[in-house]
């Protein structure tokens, strides 16, 4: 069984940083499309970043781009999000997802849509105080 495991999230002051990370079991995020969502009370899920199959290539949503960086680890098997200057619209739960594998060919869209993601993480917190 899949499993995705975030880690990192908790409360900070706007302007402040977080790194979140992803660990999986039985899965290898190299050969697949990850991504971080982020959800907050009553609004949709929101695609946030995403790294395409390999790692070499990433998707922003234009709201974190410059302020937001993810990469792989593929020794460790693990993803991350560097969240850099934070606001406090960034507060919400934050998910990673894992997929089938995207290529600079895809649409952008796809890669930042919730629906093309099969395996979820639980989720962690992230709060952003102004």
């Known amino acids: 069984q899949v499993q995705l495991l975030e880690s990192g999230g908790e409360a900070v002051q706007a302007g402040g940083s977080l790194r979140l990370s992803c660990a999986a079991s039985?899965?290898?995020?190299?050969?697949?499309?990850v991504a971080w969502f982020r959800q907050a009370p009553g609004k949709e899920r929101e695609g946030v970043a995403t790294i395409l199959t390999g790692g070499g290539t990433t998707v922003y949503a234009d709201s974190v781009k410059g302020r937001f960086t993810i990469s792989q680890d593929n020794a460790k098997n693990t993803v991350s999000l560097q969240m850099n200057s934070l606001k406090a619209e960034d507060t919400a739960m934050y998910y990673c997802?894992?997929?089938?594998?995207?290529?600079?060919?895809?649409?952008?869209?796809?890669?930042?849509?919730?629906?093309?993601?099969?395996?979820w993480g639980q989720g962690t917190q992230v709060t952003v105080s102004s």
């Open positions: 039985r899965f290898t995020f190299s050969i697949h499309s």
């Open positions: 997802a894992a997929g089938a594998p995207l290529s600079i060919l895809d649409p952008p869209s796809r890669a930042l849509s919730p629906g093309h993601f099969l395996y």
